[in-house]
């Protein structure tokens, strides 16, 4: 079974990151993955801005790297795909966090990514 575009773009932008290098390996990826992965490495140092100031207490280089790459992917939702509603958004990177992260994972993403979700989008109120 091939894995969700969301867990496809959090896979490909963790290995990347973990190399450091630019361009993660794309082949296989859907559409929607692509998406993600393009928006997230187009956008990441705003998006870095704004997880750091919602994190209290959380630098981002005390985050652990996959919590990281899931709130740049769940904040590059919440802030260019209007589509799709902020509680699915939220919902699936907390679903993320407690399949690949820590066991506390789910609960700091949700929080920070709760948070962002309410300035983003406003509108879905």
């Known amino acids: ?11 490909r932008l963790y290995e990347a990151e973990q190399r450091d290098v630019s361009n993660p ?4 990826v859907s559409p929607r993955a692509l998406r ?3 928006g997230v ?8 801005r704004s997880i750091e100031e919602a994190s209290d207490h959380w ?3 005390r985050m652990p790297p ?3 790459t899931i709130l740049r992917i ?3 939702e919440l802030r260019f795909e ?5 509680g699915v958004i939220v919902s699936e990177a907390v679903e993320l966090a407690k399949t690949y992260s820590t066991e506390r994972s789910g609960s700091f993403v949700n929080g920070v990514l709760g948070h962002l979700a309410e300035s983003e989008r406003t509108a879905d109120r």
């Open 59 to 61: 630098s981002l280089d």
């Open 66 to 68: 996959v919590d990281l």
């Open 1 to 11: 079974m091939k894995p969700e575009p969301r867990d496809q773009a959090l896979q």
């Open 82 to 86: 209007p589509g799709t509603p902020a």
């Open 74 to 76: 769940g904040l590059f």
């Open 25 to 28: 390996d794309l082949t296989g």
């Open 41 to 48: 490495l187009e956008h990441k140092a705003e998006l870095d």
């Open 36 to 38: 993600l992965i393009a």
